[in-house]
C-alpha cells in the first residue's frame, strides 16, 4: 500500500493540531461569545468544558486514528466495528458543512487585509455592503480554497506540517505584539475589567449551550479531525500529554484574543461600559468595529497595525481550513484510493459550491438571510447560522458523545488505555490518563448525552 504520509516530528504534530484548533473559533467567535455571555462567566463555563470534557474526548480520537491509521470512516470499521462508521460519516458531513461557512468568514478576513493595507477604515461602516458584494467575496473566497487545497495536496509533512511550523509562530508573535500594544492605549484596563469580571447574570441555559458548542467548535472536536490527524502521527508520541498541550495552546489564545480585543474596544468606547456590552456581543463585532479603532491610531500606525491584524486572522483560519479539508480529502484517499492531489481539489471544489449560500445569505439574497424562520417569533436564522448551528455546534457535540461511548463500551477502555501508555510514564501523565480513562465512561458520556436528548 501506498504510504498514507506522517507527521515528521511530535512538535511538527502539535503545532498543526493546534493550528486547527486556533483559528476564526478563537479570535473572531470566542470574544464575541464573551461578550454576550457575561464575560468572566462565559470564560470560566468554557474552561471547564474543554479541560473537563474535551480534553478526554481529544484524547479518545487521536488514539482512535493512531491504533487504525486511518481516516474516521475507516477507522471504524478497522476496530471491527463497521456499524459505528456512522461516526465518521457524520463527521464528514460536519466538516463539509463547518468549511463551507467557515471559508466565507476566512475570505472576509482576507479582504480586509487588503482594505486595511490602503487605509480603508471606512470598510466597518460598510460591513453589510461588503458582504453582500458576492463577486469580491468569491474571489477572495476562492483564492482562500485554493491556498487551504494547495498546501493540503501537498501531504503530511510536506504541507501541512510545514505550514503550521510557519505560521503558528508568526501567528503567536503577532498576537502578543498587539496584546501589548491594546494594552498600552487609554482606558485599556475597564476593557480587562469587562472581560474579566463575571457577569453571571447573563449565563442563561443558551449560554451555556453555546460555551460547549464553542468549546468543541474551538478545539475541532467531534467530526473526526483528530482522528485523522492521530493516524499521521507514530508510535511512540505520547498522545495524553499531547492532547493536553494542544487543549491548554487553545484555549489560551483564545483568552489572549480576548486580552487584545476588549481594551481595543474600550478604547474606541472611550471606556464607556454600555457601549462596550453593546457593541461586542455581535458576530460581526471585530468587521465594525475595529476598523474604526484601527482608524483613530492614525493613518500610518493604523494601516500597519490594522493589516497585521487582519493578516493574523488569515493565517489562524488557514491552518483549520487545511485541517477541516483534510479530513474529507483522507477520506478519498483511503476509502476511495483517489490520488490525494486530485482528491483535495475535487473536494475543495464541492465544498466552495456548498458554501454559495452561506455566501449569498450575508446580503446578496434575501432568500439565504432569512433561510430558516424560527418558530414563535420574527426572527430567522441566515444560510450561515444556519449551517453554524448545526455542522459547527449540534453535530460536534453528538459526534463527541458518540466517540466517548464508543471508546468506553464497544472499543473498551482496556484497548484505549493500551494505545495511550507510554513507557516510563511521569507523575502528572499518569494522573491525566488515569482521569482520561474516568472521564470517558463516567463524565463525557453522562453530560455530552443529557445535551444531544435537550437539544434534539
Ligand atoms: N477549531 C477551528 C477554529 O476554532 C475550527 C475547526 C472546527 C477546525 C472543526 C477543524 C475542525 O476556528
Known amino acids: 500500500m501506498a504510504s498514507r504520509g506522517n507527521f515528521n516530528s511530535r512538535l511538527g504534530f502539535i503545532l498543526a493540531s493546534a493550528g486547527s484548533a486556533v483559528g476564526l473559533g478563537n479570535i473572531w467567535k470566542f470574544p464575541f461569545e464573551v461578550g454576550a455571555g457575561g464575560g468572566a462567566a462565559f470564560l470560566v463555563i468554557y474552561l471547564f468544558f474543554a479541560f473537563v470534557l474535551c480534553f478526554p474526548v481529544m484524547t479518545a480520537e487521536l488514539a482512535i486514528g493512531r491504533h487504525t491509521q486511518s481516516s474516521p470512516v475507516g477507522a471504524f470499521r478497522k476496530l471491527g466495528f463497521s456499524k459505528w462508521s456512522g461516526i465518521g460519516y457524520l463527521g464528514l458531513a460536519s466538516g463539509l458543512l463547518i468549511l463551507s461557512f467557515y471559508n466565507v468568514v476566512a475570505a472576509w478576513s482576507f479582504g480586509y487585509f487588503f482594505e486595511m493595507v490602503v487605509g480603508n477604515f471606512e470598510i466597518g461602516s460598510h460591513f453589510s455592503e461588503y458582504v453582500s458584494n458576492w463577486l469580491k467575496i468569491g474571489i477572495y473566497g476562492i483564492i482562500f480554497m ?83 490527524f492521530g ?29 487584545m480585543m476588549f481594551p481595543l ?13 453593546s457593541i461586542s456581543g455581535e458576530e460581526s463585532f471585530i468587521f465594525e468595529t475595529l476598523p474604526a479603532v484601527f482608524q483613530s491610531l492614525g493613518p500610518v500606525l493604523g494601516i500597519v497595525v490594522g493589516s497585521i491584524f487582519f493578516l493574523l486572522l488569515s493565517f489562524a483560519a488557514l491552518t483549520s481550513t487545511i485541517s477541516l479539508l483534510e479530513v474529507p480529502t483522507a477520506f478519498l484517499v483511503d476509502e476511495k484510493k483517489i490520488k490525494r492531489s486530485k482528491a483535495t481539489w475535487i473536494v475543495a471544489g464541492i465544498i466552495f459550491l456548498i458554501g454559495i449560500p452561506s455566501m449569498l445569505g450575508s446580503g446578496a439574497s434575501e432568500f439565504f438571510a432569512n433561510f430558516v424562520k424560527l418558530p414563535g417569533s420574527d ?32 472499543w473498551r477502555r482496556k484497548n484505549f488505555m493500551d494505545e495511550v501508555r507510554v513507557e516510563n ?32
Open 146 to 228: 485554493s491556498a487551504t487545497a494547495f498546501i493540503v495536496s501537498r501531504g503530511i509533512s510536506h504541507g501541512i506540517e510545514r505550514a503550521a511550523k510557519i505560521m503558528m509562530p508568526l501567528l503567536l508573535s503577532l498576537i502578543f505584539g498587539l496584546i501589548i500594544y491594546s494594552l498600552t492605549l487609554p482606558n485599556a484596563m475597564v476593557g480587562i475589567q469587562y472581560y474579566l469580571l463575571p457577569d453571571f447574570s447573563k449565563v442563561t441555559g443558551a449560554v451555556v449551550y453555546s460555551a460547549l458548542g464553542q468549546a468543541f467548535f474551538s478545539l475541532s472536536l467531534g467530526m473526526g479531525a483528530l482522528i485523522t
Open 231 to 259: 493516524s499521521y502521527v507514530k508510535k511512540e508520541t505520547n498522545l495524553v500529554s499531547s492532547a493536553a498541550i494542544i487543549t491548554f495552546s487553545d484555549v489560551c489564545i483564545a483568552f489572549l484574543a480576548g486580552l
Open 265 to 277: 474596544v474600550a478604547y474606541l468606547t472611550k471606556g464607556d461600559l454600555a457601549a462596550i456590552n
Open 379 to 410: 426572527s430567522s436564522l441566515s444560510f450561515m447560522s444556519f449551517v453554524g448551528v448545526v455542522g459547527g455546534s449540534t453535530f460536534l457535540s453528538l459526534g463527541g458523545f458518540l466517540i466517548s461511548v464508543f471508546v468506553a463500551f464497544i
Open 425 to 456: 510514564e511521569t507523575a502528572v501523565n499518569g494522573f491525566l490518563r488515569q482521569y482520561v480513562n474516568f472521564a470517558i465512561a463516567y463524565i463525557c458520556p453522562i453530560i455530552l448525552g443529557i445535551i444531544s436528548l435537550v437539544t434534539i
